[in-house]
């Protein structure tokens, strides 16, 4: 595995390789997550309850007295218990907290044991009787469509006339693909740990990416107002959007047994329980129309995308809107109408995932792009390259300029040829011309990814920084750690505006009381925000340093610096330290809030208009692959990735984000198969039935680099780019990869290849193609 990163800037602490703050805790077992926090006295703890039977129907019966009656049980709860509102939803209203009188999916939450320990908890759990009439469920997108039922209205992209544009395009075609759904398998699954206080205070400890969202449903539950509720949070062992809304019932159930009991109550769910009762990524059917020239470049598009919602909206809404602004990936459309519903089924909400809907919009893109070049014989990169943004066709199907297209160009060049994709294109060839069995295929695929929420209001954050007369300084912000680095990100910009070094920056777990109203950790936009709030606070404090230190010693304010962990003051230097005890000693304010909100995203849902983006992020991936025609088995043997982050605040961090966001795409689109059966239950819901990538499924080759850009045009904190998600989707290389290996076998023949691409996937896939070989014959 290699991976490169530019040479470090003039700047101290920023674009430097630091590790994470966490690291020897992580792998040394000390990190102290929730379920590690020493457990108060009296402690109870909270297991859900639900009815391992009933997959859609409406509460008969419910017998709950042997429960009730179990050895440690403290107290049984229902929906009749819910001091406040009996809802955990993230948006509009829809998903009960327990579910009351009618079980809407498999695994919905109907009551809550409290006991002393978790096992005399689980043991009484499983005592209930439930009868229920059952329903007939709508499980498929298919089944919806055929209902007609929706969790939200349609929505809808349409630019210039895509009729007129199909009909005088010379080549059409149209398909239909499958995209699977994806669990999100953080290592530490849901968990909340409640402490109430007095007058009806709650302290949350809760495992969640949006705090905010996790007090608003506590006070909404427990009829109390936001601030009577506290939550803290210092890490979490992985998120990955499934800890966004979702984290929101686990919290509720916890603050409503120690509002019950008067105890500390803590809820963590067993892994089964976890994966059966919590969302997934969305999964879709993306059906599409493509009008195109004799060279291939697309003169319309028609895309319709049904997305499997589950029985409530959870953030539905962002989530199928984020597929349509990435339906296009790095393609222009000169006619576009992109499409979507939001199909309602009985089965769990499905809620945000790395990504957000931008991958499976991307990976729609994709598939067009590779039919056009499989039925044109022409290599996908040329079709690629033939639809990219460029001057004169800048206008993405949402109205909005693309104004960095050079970097996306720039990017796949240089990687066509470090990875020197056209003499691999030939060895590729020649190794499925010399092999009956095992086929190869190549694929280089790019990423534009748009970077703020495109709900405005959620571009928001805020940061608190004290500075103590040590010379310390205390950071808080409202942006959660989960692994991504963003606490050690924010930190190195605060020790850059201070000029000191890293261990003089105490980084403090998110805290509702210190930095309140933030949005969640998400939409990659955990740096830019964060980041910039806290540069801000740290700013007001030295500003008010410096004035002090001015007239302090006679000296003009623009001759001070602060480096080195000292401040310059003309011929001489005094420590950090020392000249914040003498401001303080002078009555100087040495704390400051700051706050930032993204400054140009105008985007009217309503209309449909207006910039949704602050700007583009940009990456490309080669891959190849190597199937087994008899078997369908597959193996992914090198991958050379190239990707724009800007000026990096932490190249270690970044490439570290690149690699693991690209394995995680990776197991979405070939080993992460969700099964749920004619029941509607979930089938695929442990590690013995649901497969991630491992260790052996990484590529022996295995490249990464960073693209040495200028620094972001916009003025983002220190000209960086976001990396969270922009990575996933350089995963579709791989996806491409595998169609390119399939359609080797028959020239001209689109594979019907569905995500993900499973052994049994691609079988079904080479047995399509070599059945219309046969049917040609």
Known sequence: ????????????????????????????????????????????????????????????????????????????????????????????????????????????????????????????????????????????????????????????????????????????????????????????????????????????????????????????????????????????????????????????????????????????????????????????????????????QIRAIDMQYFARCGYSADLSLGVVDRTMFHSDNSYYYPDAIINTRRMKTDTVSNTAFRGFGGPQGTLAAERVIDAIAITLGKDPLEIRKANFYREGRDITPYGMTVEEYETLHSVVAQLEASSRYWARREEVKEFNAANHVLKKGLALTPVKFGIAFTLKHLNQAGALVHVYTDGSIHLNHGGTEMGQGLYQKVAQVVAEEFGVSLDRVRITATHTGKVPNTGPTAASSGSDLNGMAAKRAAEAIKARMVAFAAEEFGIEPETIEFRDNQVILGNEAIDFGALAKQAHLNRIQLSAAGFYATPHITWDRETASGQPFLYFAYGAACSEVTIDTMTGEMRVDRVDILHDVGHSLNPALDIGQIEGGFVQGMGWLTTEELVWDEKGRLRTHAPSTYKIPTASDVPEEFNVSLYESKGNPQDTIYRSKAVGEPPIMLANSVFSAIVDAIASLKPGIIPPLDAPATPEAILKAVTAIKRAESAEK
């Not at 939450?109 to 059952?134: G, N, P, Q, W």
């Not at 107002?225 to 959007?241: K, L, N, Q, S």
């Open 1 to 296: 595995m290699r991976h490169e990163h530019p040479a470090p800037s003039e700047y101290s602490v920023i674009n430097k390789p630091s590790p994470h703050d966490s690291a020897v805790k992580h792998v040394s077992g000390t990190a102290t997550y929730i379920d590690d926090i020493r457990e108060p006295a009296g402690l109870l703890h909270v297991v859900p309850g639900w009815s391992r039977d009933a997959i859609r129907g409406r509460i008969v019966k419910m017998d709950l007295e042997a429960v009730r009656n179990a050895p440690g049980v403290i107290a049984v709860l229902t929906a009749s218990d819910v001091p406040g509102k009996n809802d955990c939803s993230p948006s509009i209203g829809d998903d009960p907290v327990f579910a009351d009188g009618e079980i809407q999916f498999y695994g919905q939450v109907i009551f809550a044991v409290v006991a002393k320990t978790r096992d005399e908890a689980r043991r009484a759990a499983s005592l209930a009787k439930i009868e229920v009439e059952h329903l007939t469920p709508i499980l498929t997108v298919e089944d919806a469509i055929d209902a007609d039922i929706t969790v939200l209205p349609d929505y809808q992209f349409r630019k210039g006339s895509p009729e007129t544009g199909m009909v005088q395009a010379g080549r059409k075609l149209a398909g239909s693909m499958r995209i699977g759904g994806q669990e999100h398998f953080y290592l530490e699954g849901q968990v909340a740990m409640a402490l109430p206080g007095e007058d009806g205070d709650m302290h949350v400890y809760s495992s969640t990416q949006h705090p905010t969202e996790v007090q608003h449903t506590v006070a909404k539950v427990l009829g109390q107002p936001d601030a009577a509720i506290t939550i803290e949070v210092r890490r979490m062992g992985g998120g990955f959007g499934g800890k966004e809304s979702q984290a929101n019932q686990w919290a509720a159930l916890a603050a409503i047994a120690a509002h019950a009991t008067g105890a500390p109550c803590k809820c963590r769910l067993d892994r089964d329980d976890d994966m059966i009762m919590t969302g997934k990524r969305h999964d879709f059917r993306a059906d599409w129309t493509v009008g195109f020239d004799d060279g291939g």
